[in-house]
């Protein structure tokens, strides 16, 4: 009985001075964010398929802090002040990163001391521009030119064009209602692509949708996408 009187009293003041330190952690207050760009153009992808890692060297086990890309090419990520290196997964996004010299490669260095904003560059396989969305009947249409932006050695040939319509302002190929493919083989002009998607009825029913344009490259797993647009019925 002697030795629990005297354990009790030990484990109790453990458990205190544990509490203690998790009241006393500090969280990160320091927000870095951006956009994924080309030339200052946002590049749209799937929301959560693309993602930025962010390394803080000098801090025991290195384990990368990961920043998901949002589907209008913006990140964020709360973090500590700090020495930061920047990188995509490799293979990973509808683009290829852009190196900087020999030794850094295509890392970007940050120095983090409060809020920042810090845009990244790449260099997409394609672009789609000028996207003209209408409604109808039950029906989505879209017209749309696509840029090859990377040619020779390192272009890529398109796979499929695809019109992705669903409910919400979230729009991708894990979430829609109704998608019209198009084969790469199909287009014979990049300035002249024509889509209609055929939406079924919705429950609860409602007069309007969202659409945007996606893009699969061969050999590219991650596709480019256009903004979202709403789109009356």
Same mark, same amino acid.
């Given at each position: ?8 009293? $030990?484990?109790?003041?453990?458990? $205190? ?9 500090? /969280?990160?207050?320091?927000? !870095? ?12 992808? /799937? &929301? ?28 964020? =990520?709360?973090?500590? #002040? ?34 920042? &904003? $810090? ?5 997409? %396989? %394609? ?9 109808? /009947? ?5 017209? $749309? ?13 398109? /796979?499929?064009?695809? !019109?992705?319509?669903?409910?919400? #302002?979230?729009?991708?190929? =894990? ?10 083989? #199909? ?23 969202? =659409? ?9 797993? #991650? ?11």
């Amino acid at each position: 009985m002697k030795i629990r009187f005297h354990i009790m009293p $030990l484990v109790a003041m453990v458990a $205190l001075l544990s509490a203690c330190e998790k009241d006393n952690y500090t /969280e990160p207050k320091s927000m !870095l964010s951006g956009k994924v760009v080309y030339k200052g153009e946002p590049v749209g992808v /799937e &929301a959560g398929q693309v993602r930025l890692q962010l390394w803080q060297p000098g801090f025991g086990k290195l384990a990368a802090i990961d920043a998901p890309i949002s589907q209008d090419g913006s990140y964020s =990520a709360l973090l500590f #002040d700090g020495n930061y290196k920047l990188v995509f997964p490799k293979n990973r996004g509808p683009f290829k990163t852009i190196v900087k010299d020999a030794a850094a490669k295509d890392t970007l260095f940050v120095k983090l001391a409060g809020n920042q &904003a $810090l845009d990244v560059e790449v260099m997409p %396989y %394609y672009m789609i521009r000028t996207p003209q969305f209408s409604g109808g /009947e039950s029906k989505v249409n879209v017209s $749309l030119k696509l840029e090859k932006i990377l040619t020779g050695a390192e272009g890529k040939d398109i /796979e499929r064009v695809s !019109l992705y319509v669903n409910k919400t #302002d979230f729009v991708a190929r =894990a979430t829609n209602v109704a998608v019209t493919d198009v084969p790469g083989t #199909d287009i014979k002009d990049l300035n002249a692509i024509n889509l209609t998607a055929t939406v079924p009825t919705l429950s609860p029913a409602q007069n309007y949708v969202f =659409a945007r344009v996606g893009v699969k490259i061969k050999d590219v797993e #991650d596709m480019v996408f256009s903004p979202v647009q709403k789109v009356n019925l």
